[in-house]
């Protein structure tokens, strides 16, 4: 299997489930889910690597917020099963899933869980930085 067949099965898999995935100009398969942007990374030079990931879903607007955000990425991803919180260049978040799937389309099987953890690990990123600000309102 090629990086293009192992997208397009991504593809294909995500409209048969009623997404509207597209493959993007560096071969990652996008599709929106619930108001969000998510993508199916594929990694050509390994195809068993399944990565599922919902980038810049909280904006680091200060020093004290990557602060807190680091602290709610740390608590979620020890509290979330496969998934990882974790901030880009200190002014953004990106959350993902990542496992290793062989044969490949073993992703099939895991796919629904897999977008389901993620959402949990935003939802838990999301309320300890909404405590955090609360705290700080106190």
């Not at 594929?42 to 909280?58: A, C, G, K, Q, T």
């Not at 977008?115 to 939802?123: E, F, K, N, T």
Request: glycine residues 2%.
């Amino acid at each position: 299997m090629t990086a293009r067949e192992l997208a397009e099965m991504y593809r294909t898999y995500l409209a048969e489930e009623g997404f509207f995935p597209k493959i993007d100009e560096d071969g990652d398969v996008c599709f929106k889910f619930e108001g969000g942007n998510y993508y199916l990374s594929v990694d050509e030079n390994d195809l068993e690597y399944f990565r599922l990931v919902f980038p810049n879903f909280w904006s680091i607007d200060s020093e004290s917020e990557s602060e807190q955000a680091i602290k709610a990425a740390h608590h979620t991803t020890s509290t979330t099963k496969v998934a990882k919180v974790y901030l880009t260049r200190r002014d953004n978040t990106i959350a993902s899933i990542e496992m290793f799937c062989d044969p490949p389309e073993v992703f099939k099987s895991v796919f629904r869980r897999s977008l389901s953890a993620l959402q949990s690990s935003v939802m838990k990123f999301r309320k300890k930085m909404q405590e955090a600000e609360e705290d700080e309102d106190e």
